[in-house]
Every structure is written in C-alpha cells, then in structure tokens.
C-alpha cells in the first residue's frame, strides 16, 4: 500500500521561530490534506493541497506532485501551534479516489515562550 | 457550514460488549469516513459509506460495521468488544473526491 513518511518526528522551537515540516509519498495521489490535531484530538484540516503552493496566514504549504513530496511551513511560531501536525493522501488509481486518507505517523510540534 | 459532529465524547465500555457511535456529517457532503486512532498513532481507515452503501474498507474486521442514513449521518457498530479496541474513533464527511472535515472524536476504553 502507499506509504507517507513525516519528518521530523519531533520539533522543539522557540516562539517566534520558522519551521519546516516534510511529508514524502510513494504513490500518485489525488488529495493530500494538513491536519493540526489539538489536544482534544480533534483534526483541523489546516490546507487541501494536492498540487501547487497555498497560503494562510502563518502557515503556507507546498505539494510538488511530481515529486512525491509536501512541505509545510510555519512562520513565527506561537505556543498554540503546539500539537501534532498529520500529512495525509488519498491514494489515486487511474484517476478514481478510493476515498481513504492514509496518514504519516506526525510531527509533534513543541513550541516554548 | 454545521460541520462534523460525534456523540458520545467518551464511553467505557466491558470486554465483550458491544457499542455504537454516531457522526452528523457537515451539510452538503455526502461521503462519511470512520478511522480509529490509537495512542501516538496517525489514525487508520476503518471505512467510507457513500450514498448508503460501504464504498471502501481497511484492515478491520467484519465486527466493525456501519450504516449511513438518508441524511448522510452515520452510525459505527463495534460487537465483541476487545482491549485493542480502545481507541478515538474519529468521522470525516466529504464531497466525493474533495477535502476531509473531520469531528471531534469519540474516546472508546474497553475494560
């Protein structure tokens, strides 16, 4: 099946401080969606992004399909962006959705004052 | 937009029960997902319901079943109650083949 692959696992910043988050894929997909999930569990899609760059306030997120890879980026970190941040796809065959999302294992994201 | 909503919020439940959670999907869409989540995991596809019938199904067992109403809600039914069950249970509604809105989650412990 696909594999999504997030990295880093963990990341310790500053507030205030940029970061990167990466998440490589091992198959065409036809969504790929950012989740923030706060500590209540709950999953708040933060960009759908199967191509192309989006922007949204702090955050902007990048997915180069071709390359099988998205990046998401936060710009002067606060404490609330702390949680873990999920990658997920929506594997594609011949263009049809099979509609399930598999998603990375995370990054915890840990921001200090 | 309503958005997706989940009922219970927690629920205890004995080895060997059975349960059932329910998820209101967000206006409009018509697609209904279930995922289990476990412990520092990401969450895993149970399966999809699209248009009242089971559109697609994950690594879970025939004991894992749903149903999806007229009104695009939706119902999870877990028999024969395992630990490994306990879990957050998450619902996604979407349009056929657009973004995932995801609910708050039912937190399952089986004891």
């Known amino acids: 099946g696909i594999q999504v692959e997030q990295s880093p696992p963990d990341l310790i910043l500053q507030e205030g401080a940029n970061s990167t988050l990466r998440c490589n894929f091992s198959?065409?997909?036809?969504?790929l969606q950012w989740f923030h999930q706060n500590p209540w569990g709950q999953l708040i899609n933060l960009f759908y992004?199967?191509?192309g760059t989006k922007q949204n306030g702090r955050l902007s997120a990048t997915t180069v399909a071709t390359e099988r890879y998205s990046l998401l980026y936060i710009s002067s970190s606060q404490t609330t962006d702390s949680g873990v941040y999920f990658c997920a796809v929506d594997f594609s065959a011949g263009g049809t959705s099979y509609g399930k999302l598999t998603f990375g294992q995370g990054t915890i994201l840990t921001v200090h004052p | 937009e309503t958005g997706v909503t989940q009922s219970p919020t927690h629920l205890i439940k004995t080895r060997g029960q059975q349960v059932t959670l329910r998820c209101s999907s967000q206006?409009?869409?018509?697609?209904v997902s279930w995922y289990q989540q476990a412990l520092g995991q990401g969450p895993q596809f149970i399966f999809q319901?699209?248009?009242?019938?089971?559109?697609g199904r994950g690594n879970f067992p025939p004991r894992f079943s749903g149903l999806q109403f007229p009104n695009y809600s939706s119902e999870l039914n877990v028999n024969a109650l395992e630990l490994d069950d306990s879990a957050l249970y998450l619902c996604?509604?979407?349009?056929?083949?657009?973004?995932?809105?995801f609910g708050s989650g039912t937190r399952l412990t089986v004891v």
């Open positions: 206006s409009g869409h018509n697609t």
């Open positions: 198959d065409s997909v036809n969504n």
């Open positions: 992004i199967p191509s």
């Open positions: 319901y699209y248009r009242e019938e089971e559109n």
């Open positions: 996604a509604s979407s349009l056929l083949g657009s973004g995932y809105t």
